[in-house]
């Protein structure tokens, strides 16, 4: 708190700082199945984040994947269906960037 033309305020700069630094967010209020609650308590709990933290993280995740799978039907729509070489492709690009193996065919067909 600062004395500022007589009275107490708050430091402006100590706001600012404060400001730039947290995320904005939008309280709401969720209901769970009581099973489900303790799952997410404890995988926040193991990846060291909060309830609210895990579940902002999981739906964005969702949400990407979702937007990703709606480009491709998009891509489809107006080229036709993936070819079984680019979908290899694709999939070799995702286990790559997950830093996953290869899967053999043969493996990928049995399962």
């Given at each position: 708190?600062?004395?500022?033309?007589?009275?107490?305020?708050?430091?402006?700069?100590?706001?600012?700082?404060?400001?730039?630094?947290?995320?904005?967010?939008?309280?709401?209020s969720?209901?769970?199945?009581?099973?489900?609650?303790?799952?997410?308590?404890?995988?926040a709990?193991a990846?060291?984040?909060?309830?609210?933290?895990?579940?902002?993280?999981?739906a964005?995740?969702?949400?990407?994947?979702?937007?990703?799978?709606?480009?491709?039907?998009?891509?489809?729509r107006?080229?036709?269906?993936?070819?079984?070489?680019?979908?290899?492709?694709?999939?070799?690009?995702?286990r790559?960037?997950?830093?996953r193996?290869?899967?053999?065919?043969?493996?990928?067909?049995?399962?």
């Amino acid at each position: 708190m600062v004395l500022l033309a007589g009275r107490l305020q708050a430091d402006v700069s100590y706001l600012l700082c404060y400001h730039r630094v947290m995320a904005q967010r939008e309280k709401r209020s969720v209901s769970l199945p009581p099973d489900l609650a303790r799952a997410v308590e404890q995988a926040a709990r193991a990846q060291g984040t909060s309830f609210s933290g895990w579940l902002a993280e999981t739906a964005a995740h969702r949400l990407k994947l979702e937007a990703g799978r709606q480009a491709i039907a998009e891509w489809e729509r107006e080229n036709g269906p993936l070819t079984e070489a680019e979908l290899a492709d694709g999939l070799a690009r995702a286990r790559s960037s997950l830093g996953r193996a290869q899967v053999p065919s043969a493996e990928r067909q049995s399962a």
